[in-house]
C-alpha cells in the first residue's frame, strides 16, 4: 500500500497527464535505486508464496492493488485528456504496466546502469500522448 501510495502522490503533484506518466515512472525508478534489496525481497517473498497454497491467495489480492492502481492512474489521465477509456481496457493495460515496470525492476536490480533513469518515463508520456491524440468520446 505504501508503494502504491507513494506513486499516487507523485502524480497527484504533476499537471499533465504525460506529466503525471514521467512522475509515476520516476518515483519507482528512484525507489528502485534507493533501495536496491526491496525489490530482490519481494521477488523472493513472491516465490514462496506461490508454493503456498494458504498464503498465495492473500499475496495475490495484495499484489492486485498494483495493476488495479494502474488503472486507476490510466482512467484519470485519459479523463483529464478528454478521452473516456472504457473499464475493461483500463483494467487490461493497468496488468500491461504493471508487467513492463516489473520487468525494468527485474533488469535494473540485477544490472542498474542497463535501464535508462528515463526510459519508463519516457514510455508512459508517449503512451499518455497518443491517449491523448485519440479521438475523444
Do not use: C
Not at 71 to 90: N, S, Y
Amino acid at each position: 500500500a505504501r508503494r502504491v501510495s507513494a506513486v499516487e502522490a507523485a502524480v497527484a503533484q504533476a499537471d499533465t497527464p504525460q506529466e503525471q506518466a514521467r512522475a509515476g515512472a520516476r518515483n519507482w525508478m528512484e525507489f528502485l535505486r534507493d533501495d536496491p534489496g526491496w525489490y530482490p525481497l519481494f521477488i523472493e517473498f513472491w516465490a514462496y508464496a506461490i508454493r503456498d497454497p494458504e498464503l498465495r491467495a492473500g499475496v495475490a489480492e495484495r499484489f492486485a492493488a498494483f495493476p488495479r492502481a494502474n488503472a486507476r492512474l490510466l482512467v484519470e489521465g485519459t479523463r483529464q485528456a478528454g478521452v473516456h477509456l472504457p473499464d475493461d481496457i483500463a483494467q487490461r493495460v493497468g496488468i500491461l504496466l504493471t508487467a513492463l515496470s516489473d520487468g525494468l525492476a527485474l533488469i535494473k536490480v540485477m544490472d542498474p546502469d542497463a535501464v535508462p533513469e528515463d526510459l519508463f518515463g519516457d514510455a508512459l508520456s508517449f503512451l499518455m500522448a497518443r491517449v491523448a491524440d485519440a479521438p475523444k468520446a
